[in-house]
């Protein structure tokens, strides 16, 4: 009955606080669209839309035109000839058309290229033994080729389109390199379907993802989003709860429960199903919208795992786990604002040493082994192996593991700091 | 439930480990079922952290508490927490929710039926004047309701014992002597009540016995009156000023 009372007077004054019930459900939807929807413009913009790239062509020879029309025919660059600009002018361009990238081919490129490649050639035929003289082996500079990009381009864009064109430069110089053999050994022309075969004959790589169950759908912006930003949401849940057990500790309420017949561990009970009720409603909601509502917005729509049960133990284990924090938390504070501050700045650090913002694994390896210790983290990676590796239980064992320890240490901390009040 | 007979404190003292000297020293006395003892003291006298050793708040370095019963037994624990009331200086309840939410609460943990909490809010909000207000969120409220509303729930469960700490402090007039008025008439019906307070001459009208201390020690025990007496004082003020300043 005490219990039973208890509950009641936390669910009362839950929903007496109407602005921060609100926040509670509608701060995590309100980051899951948001975030999903910049992800998934990121990921079209590098796999479905063309990059915007200025070039300026100053090559005397064949060369230029030949990376250009390699370029162009790979289908991932929208082409700007610019080639009245030079280098630094095309900078220029870049910065005040508000442009990302842009190519400058210097005036050389087709005779050293051509020159390296004789080289080349002539060493090999003398290797060889098909030319009795040997030539000079002085080394041929090449001339730079100079890639302009905004600054606001992440560096992991401009590498992909610098290994791109790297890739264009290899065929270009692979090319003019059999075109040397030929005409070192006395044949004026290089058979072209001869040439065609080497130059086509690339391996395709398949990206798989490496998943257990095959049935599983591939990795996109929702799958990553929806449980990364619940799990962020339902920790931030240390603001509410923390705060109330301090304003239940610190006024007068606290003084009244020691003299009554009752016992503060009634109390934390009600509080911790109460709160733990709000977290698995903050999933049900956010999920819901991530299956229904997603799709109708041109996003990718929320699979959930086939291994049901596993998820809905990661699901109440997560929740306990952001409701024990926020009570230790709520436990060691001696004012509001202090539990305020103080949760909500861990929360942020768990978050970003969790992989939230950014997958652990480009971390230093320093911060990979301090993400250990965040409880977002383990929650993190338990959603990962269901939603984007169809993991069993078997895989969830540590994580399960983990949380179980980081739950205990912050229920015994709490318990021990309420005892020496006497609360308990 | 055990009748309560006799609250005996024997040899009383408290020192805070933070504190360089005794916040209570060597404090003695027995208060009998049905009285009005009001411990009076200035600022900083040990008033607060004498009443709250007697309800077990917090536990004496030296010396004990005993509350016993008409046929002699020690009364503790759940016992003993049954039939205490503590009404502290601060307001203690929940803001965000109406008197009748507050009442439901605090009567359920002392394991009150519904009906028993309904009738029992019933009337004391009627009699402290609260009836209209009873399903207000208590945010909204006056000093003087929300002093109201702390003293109804500490009287939810019609404890034997009520302890107040300052139950006035910080009310307007009429809202002081509303409250007087009723602390007069839970008086009348038994309840022992021990009562701290800076108001002298309400604690002259209301309290059987004062205890006065200061600076951690009593300075003067006994009736009213008598006590008055006994020191050549006009009244309960010059008594206060004369041994207070003395000490």
Request: hydrophobic content about 45%.
């Amino acid at each position: 009955m005490k219990l039973m009372a208890s509950i009641k007077k936390e669910l009362l004054l839950l929903f007496s606080d109407k602005v921060g019930l609100s926040i509670m459900f509608l701060m995590p939807l309100l980051l899951v669209f948001i975030i999903t929807i910049i992800q998934d413009s990121a990921y079209k913009m590098v796999n479905e839309n063309k990059v915007s790239l200025i070039i300026s062509n100053q090559d005397k020879g064949e060369q230029g035109v030949k990376l250009i029309q390699l370029l162009t025919e790979s289908g991932l660059f929208e082409m700007h000839a610019q080639n009245q600009l030079q280098s630094h002018e095309l900078k220029n361009y870049l910065l005040d058309e508000n442009k990302l990238t842009a190519l400058y081919i210097p005036e050389n490129f087709s005779d050293k290229l051509k020159e390296k490649a004789t080289q080349i050639s002539e060493t090999l035929t003398y290797e060889l033994g098909l030319s009795e003289i040997e030539k000079s082996n002085t080394a041929i500079i090449l001339p730079n080729l100079h890639f302009y990009h905004d600054p606001v381009l992440q560096e992991n864009y401009s590498y992909s389109i610098t290994n791109v064109i790297g890739s264009f430069l290899n065929i270009i110089e692979n090319e003019l390199m059999i075109e040397s053999i030929y005409a070192e050994v006395g044949i004026e022309k290089s058979p072209n379907d001869f040439k065609e075969k080497i130059m086509s004959n690339k391996i395709v790589i398949d990206r798989i993802p490496a998943k257990n169950d095959e049935h599983m759908i591939n990795p996109n912006s929702t799958q990553h989003n929806v449980p990364a930003w619940t799990i962020f949401a339902m920790f931030f849940m240390v603001v509410s709860l923390g705060s109330n057990i301090v304003k239940e500790r610190v006024n007068g309420s606290f003084l009244r429960l020691k003299t009554m017949p009752t016992n503060y561990t009634h109390i934390l009970s009600a509080k911790m199903i109460v709160y733990m009720v709000v977290a698995v409603l903050q999933f049900a909601l956010i999920f819901s919208i991530g299956i229904t509502v997603f799709p109708l917005i041109n996003l990718p729509q929320l699979v959930l795992p086939s291994a049901f049960s596993a998820f809905i133990v990661m699901m109440l284990m997560c929740s306990m786990a952001a409701v024990s924090y926020a009570m230790m938390i709520g436990a060691l504070s001696k004012t509001q604002e202090q539990s305020n501050g103080v949760g909500a700045v861990s929360i942020i650090i768990f978050a970003a040493l969790g992989g939230i913002w950014v997958p652990t694994f480009v971390m230093p390896e320093y911060l990979q082994i301090i993400s250990n210790f965040s409880p977002m983290h383990w929650c993190l990676e338990g959603f990962y192996i269901l939603f984007l590796k169809g993991g069993s239980w078997s895989q969830l064992f540590p994580v399960i593991g983990f949380l179980f320890i980081f739950i205990a240490v912050c229920q015994i901390t709490t318990y021990t700091k309420l005892k020496l009040e006497k609360l308990i | 439930m055990p009748a309560l007979a006799q609250i005996e404190i024997n040899s009383v003292s408290k020192k805070y480990k933070t504190a360089s000297i005794e916040s209570l020293s060597d404090i003695s006395f027995s208060i009998n079922v049905g009285q009005t003892i009001g411990i009076l003291g200035p600022n900083g006298a040990g008033k607060t952290t004498l009443i709250s050793i007697l309800c077990g708040l917090i536990s004496p370095t030296k010396g004990s508490v005993s509350y016993s019963s008409e046929s002699a037994n020690i009364i503790s624990g759940v016992d003993l927490k049954r039939i205490i009331g503590f009404v502290p200086q601060e307001y203690a309840f929940y803001h965000e929710l109406t008197p009748v939410q507050n009442m439901n609460y605090f009567g359920s943990l002392y394991n009150l039926s519904k009906k028993e909490i309904k009738e029992k809010t019933d009337a004391l909000l009627s009699v402290l004047g609260l009836s209209h207000v009873a399903n207000k969120k208590i945010n909204t409220f006056s000093g003087g309701m929300k002093r109201k509303v702390n003293l109804a729930i500490g009287l939810i469960h019609s404890p034997s014992v009520l302890f107040l700490d300052e139950p006035t402090v910080g009310v307007d007039v009429q809202s002081k002597l509303s409250i007087i008025e009723f602390l007069k008439k839970i008086r009348n019906q038994g309840t022992t009540i021990i009562y701290t307070s800076h108001h002298l001459s309400e604690a002259e009208d209301f309290c059987d016995e004062l205890l006065l201390i200061s600076k951690g020690k009593i300075v003067a025990n006994g009736p009213t009156k008598q006590l008055i007496e006994k020191h050549k004082s006009d009244n309960l003020q010059s008594l206060f000023i004369k041994l207070t300043v003395a000490e």
